[in-house]
């Protein structure tokens, strides 16, 4: 016999349910044999807007690797800043 699933509490928060959920087991409180695979093909991660101050002469630098590549400056700079960290956390 099935042991019954046990309740989800009510939370106050996002930050409580993460909480909560970083530290119970889902498959104690969901029937995950009935679960179903979905997409969502929407979904975007989350972003957030940040400001550099640069030298202009490093910001014409990295303008110029950027249109040799024909990529926006922006573009650029996230490419090289992720394979800095994917550097660093190897």
Known sequence: MKKPNKLIPKFKNEQ???IFWEKNDASE????????????PNLKPTTASI????????LDAIKL???????PYQSLMK??????LEE???
């Open 16 to 18: 409580e349910e993460r």
């Open 29 to 40: 409180y969901f029937d995950l044999s009935r679960a179903s695979r979905v997409t969502l």
């Open 51 to 58: 400001s550099l101050r640069l030298s202009q002469s490093f």
């Open 65 to 71: 690797q950027a249109n040799k590549i024909d990529v």
């Open 79 to 84: 490419i090289w800043l992720a394979e800095k």
């Open 88 to 90: 660093a956390t190897k």
